[in-house]
């Protein structure tokens, strides 16, 4: 469902309308009425059916859009945050993982959620993912990766101050993350000996010391672990160059050391097409690259390519990891 | 000339061979034997002639490539620094400028140099910007700017760590640079009224405080006083949605906070096209977007693009300066 004053039920039903037919196999978790009247707005004509996993009747009518009806308390326009409905939100959510745990769905796909009003109806996280990790048994170490087309992005610092991040940046975190994201490629994407680029902090990777030292005392003590370790680990990268046409051949993905060296690039290559994927979690998890979007919420406009980019994500992933070789949880 | 152990000749002869008649102008400072060399190593069948401003002799033979000589004092072979050839470098970066001020040339496009041979040489300035300054009269505020068909760039700091890009950041340092670069816009690039996007420095712009205050101390002032200014100037903005395709649209120039949140984009859009722009001198100045790359020089592995782009950026900027109604050096 995602926040219901957003975008996400009209993305949702946008991307249904353009390619439901050839989109994998997915049920919605939402509130049917809700969805009903955004489609009726918009002109779109939908058909919504009750879907139950225990059934396979929804199975006679591809055409339509299976939902699980989980109700709203009360009347959600768009746009306006509705505080009353934050508990369906987060039921929303904490169902979809269930049924993946009980084995009745492959993977999660989560529209944006809207902090500020979750917070104000007690939601206890920092943000989706970790709540999401704290549904994982055993909770684990989440690891954010955006991927598009051209190219994936792990920031090993998220959502710190620049300054901050300079702080929190250290070789063991560099370390962890590298190795969750090796291992969810190696299951997730089918990558046997994937090669992990590891991105320098300061300007041409600091030129040797001159311009910043944390590629000597913290980064490259990191790759010298994780190659170490057997890892197909190269760095660190002057970060200017690494995100090159030429370069994004020679790598699987770029571990990168903040938010914005990771997401500036990604972003520029491919705007309505990335896709947030959470690493390291004990079920299949990915997100469109986007907020709510509540400014625009109800008029249709928003772009439905980056939720059609993650319900295409988890469907690959899925298959990846039920022919994975590789036994267990991580 | 650039350095002389680099890939400066060849990308010359390169640009000459594949594109030389439809280039703009232009005739170049640089030792005519150690060219003429090159060009046979290379199997570039490619005419040499002197070039002097005062004599009109050149024109009769279009298809030669115009030469300024200036000795080297040793041989020079490829990939391996000379010092005793380090003065010769810099008299021709000299004499091209010294051509700009007596109205002999339009506009300089430097070459790469090697700062680490021009140091044993006691080269005194940090690097070539700042030798161009010295040479403009009263010594300028020198302003980098990075462009390529689909984005122009202003890193307000440039080699510095990122640590102490973070402390060198300051409202004065973002008024003064943004006030140059629209002034070189309006004269330089024909711009009238260019808008000028200032991007935060924290991920999503600090989201009002939560991730960083620098967008409310430092950024926003200087915006509010650019504005009072008269200046078409917007910001922050969240800088990992600054350039989209679609938000590229929306302005002439991005004011970036540090090095790589203005270079990564750029090279991520266009490695080998991007042209780098001293703007502030009291002459047109351009470079390409690269280094001397000693590990290839000589094997003619170099691309020309990104000087091909630098000499007709200069003579596009050459040609609205010329056409420009505002008097005066700034």
Same mark, same amino acid.
């Given at each position: 469902?995602?926040?219901? #004053?957003?975008?996400?039920?009209?993305?949702?039903?946008?991307?249904?309308?353009?390619?439901?037919?050839?989109?994998?196999?997915?049920?919605?978790?939402?509130?049917?009425?809700? &969805?009903?009247?955004?489609?009726?707005?918009?002109?779109? @004509?939908?058909?919504?059916?009750?879907?139950?996993?225990?059934?396979?009747?929804?199975?006679?009518?591809?055409?339509?859009?299976?939902? $699980?009806?989980?109700?709203?308390?009360?009347?959600?326009?768009?746009?306006?945050?509705? %505080?009353?409905?934050?508990?369906?939100?987060?039921?929303?959510?904490?169902?979809? $993982?269930?049924?993946?745990?009980?084995?009745?769905? #492959?993977?999660?796909?989560? @529209?944006?959620?809207?902090? =500020?009003?979750?917070?104000?109806?007690?939601?206890?996280?920092?943000?989706?993912?970790?709540?999401?990790? =704290?549904?994982?048994?055993?909770?684990?170490?989440? $690891?954010?990766?955006?991927?598009?087309?051209?190219?994936?992005?792990?920031?090993?610092?998220?959502?710190?101050?620049?300054?901050?991040? &300079?702080?929190?940046?250290?070789?063991?975190?560099?370390?962890?993350? !590298?190795?969750?994201?090796?291992?969810?490629?190696?299951?997730?994407?089918?990558?046997? @000996?994937?090669?992990?680029?590891?991105?320098?902090?300061?300007?041409?990777?600091?030129?040797?010391?001159?311009?910043?030292?944390?590629?000597?005392?913290?980064?490259?003590? #990191?790759?010298?672990?994780?190659?170490?370790?057997?890892? @197909?680990? =190269?760095?660190?990268?002057?970060?200017? !160059?690494?995100?090159?046409?030429?370069?994004?051949? !020679?790598?699987?993905?770029?571990?990168?050391?903040?938010?914005?060296?990771?997401?500036?690039?990604?972003?520029?290559?491919?705007?309505?097409?990335?896709?947030?994927?959470?690493?390291? &979690?004990?079920?299949?998890? !990915?997100?469109?690259?986007?907020?709510?979007?509540?400014?625009? #919420?109800?008029?249709?406009?928003?772009?439905?390519?980056?939720?059609?980019?993650?319900?295409?994500?988890?469907?690959?992933?899925?298959?990846?990891?039920?022919?994975?070789?590789? %036994?267990?949880?991580?």
């Amino acid at each position: 469902m995602g926040e219901p #004053a957003g975008i996400g039920g009209e993305i949702l039903l946008k991307a249904w309308a353009s390619e439901g037919a050839s989109l994998p196999l997915l049920f919605v978790i939402d509130d049917k009425h809700r &969805l009903q009247k955004i489609a009726d707005n918009l002109g779109l @004509n939908i058909e919504l059916t009750d879907y139950s996993a225990d059934s396979a009747a929804w199975a006679d009518r591809p055409e339509a859009l299976r939902v $699980v009806h989980s109700p709203l308390a009360c009347h959600q326009p768009p746009g306006i945050l509705v %505080p009353e409905n934050a508990k369906a939100v987060v039921a929303s959510i904490s169902r979809a $993982v269930e049924m993946t745990q009980t084995g009745k769905a #492959a993977g999660v796909v989560t @529209n944006p959620i809207q902090k =500020s009003a979750l917070y104000q109806a007690g939601f206890p996280y920092p943000g989706h993912t970790e709540f999401l990790a =704290s549904l994982s048994d055993p909770a684990p170490v989440p $690891v954010m990766m955006l991927a598009c087309d051209q190219l994936r992005v792990v920031p090993v610092t998220i959502h710190l101050s620049l300054r901050d991040a &300079l702080t929190a940046l250290s070789t063991d975190r560099i370390i962890e993350q !590298t190795q969750i994201t090796a291992r969810a490629l190696k299951r997730d994407f089918g990558i046997d @000996n994937p090669h992990l680029a590891i991105a320098g902090l300061n300007p041409h990777a600091g030129e040797e010391g001159s311009m910043g030292t944390e590629e000597q005392t913290i980064i490259a003590p #990191a790759i010298q672990a994780l190659q170490q370790s057997g890892l @197909n680990v =190269s760095g660190p990268h002057p970060p200017d !160059t690494l995100f090159s046409a030429r370069a994004r051949q !020679t790598y699987d993905v770029a571990i990168c050391m903040y938010h914005d060296q990771a997401l500036i690039p990604i972003k520029t290559l491919d705007f309505d097409g990335g896709v947030n994927i959470t690493l390291g &979690l004990d079920f299949i998890r !990915t997100s469109p690259d986007h907020g709510t979007a509540l400014d625009i #919420a109800g008029s249709g406009q928003a772009s439905e390519r980056s939720l059609v980019a993650a319900i295409r994500m988890a469907a690959r992933m899925a298959a990846h990891r039920h022919n994975s070789k590789e %036994p267990g949880n991580d």
